[in-house]
Structure formats: C-alpha cells, structure tokens
C-alpha cells in the first residue's frame, strides 16, 4: 500500500499561484508515475498532470499546459504541482494519485481545497 498526504491549498485570488505538495509513504518503491487530479463541485474528477517516477517526464491536460508545473523530489518520496496564472475556473479539490506501472490509479490522497477568487 501506498500513502498519500497533500498540502498546499488554499483561497488565492485570480492571477495568482499556488503550489500543492503530496507526500508518498509506505510501499514507495512500486511507484511508477504519480498524478494530479482535480474535482470540481458538481463535475466530474479530471487528469490535470502526470510525472514519471524516475526519469521526472511530466504530462498535462490541456488546459494546465503553460500554467501548471509536475515535479518531484524522490529523495523525500514527494511530488508538487506548481500552479500560476490561477483562473476561478481552476476551484477544486485536488487529489494525489500513485500508480505502479501495470495498474491504473489505485492510491489516493484525501484532497486539499483550491480555491480562486475572481
């Protein structure tokens, strides 16, 4: 099993930027990619980004491209998303994920609430 702890959000105005953090423990050496995913209220959960464990290639949905920004810490079992430019469309609770290689996401964090003011 995998566990993972986000921080990082909060309430920031339209313009702004935020960094969302994910701590991984326990079984971190099955981990293959880990993701962001967002929720809004009343929407589906959407893929927002995705880094590869060990060679740190990160892909993104296309509305984070140019914005957002996947990265990891391996040494500290972390992984962050940078987030800028922040649109009041981008409000949700955003989740981290983690995945071995043949699986699809089966570890989830809690969540932490983004919140963007217009």
């Known amino acids: 099993q995998v566990q993972l702890v986000e921080s990082g959000g909060g309430l920031v105005q339209a313009g702004g930027s935020l960094r969302l953090s994910c701590a991984a423990s326990?079984?971190?050496?099955?981990?293959?990619?880990m993701a962001w995913f967002r929720q809004a209220p009343g929407k589906e959960r959407e893929f927002v980004a995705e880094i590869n464990w060990s060679d740190g290639k990160g892909y993104y949905a296309d509305f984070a491209k140019g914005r957002f920004s996947i990265s990891t810490e391996t040494a500290k079992n972390a992984v962050y998303l940078q987030m800028n430019g922040l649109k009041p469309e981008d409000t949700a609770v955003y989740y981290c994920?983690?995945?071995?290689?043949?699986?699809?996401?089966?570890?989830w964090g809690q969540g932490t609430q983004v919140t963007v003011s217009s």
């Open positions: 326990g079984r971190t050496w099955s981990i293959y990619t």
């Open positions: 994920a983690a995945r071995p290689e043949t699986s699809t996401y089966p570890y």
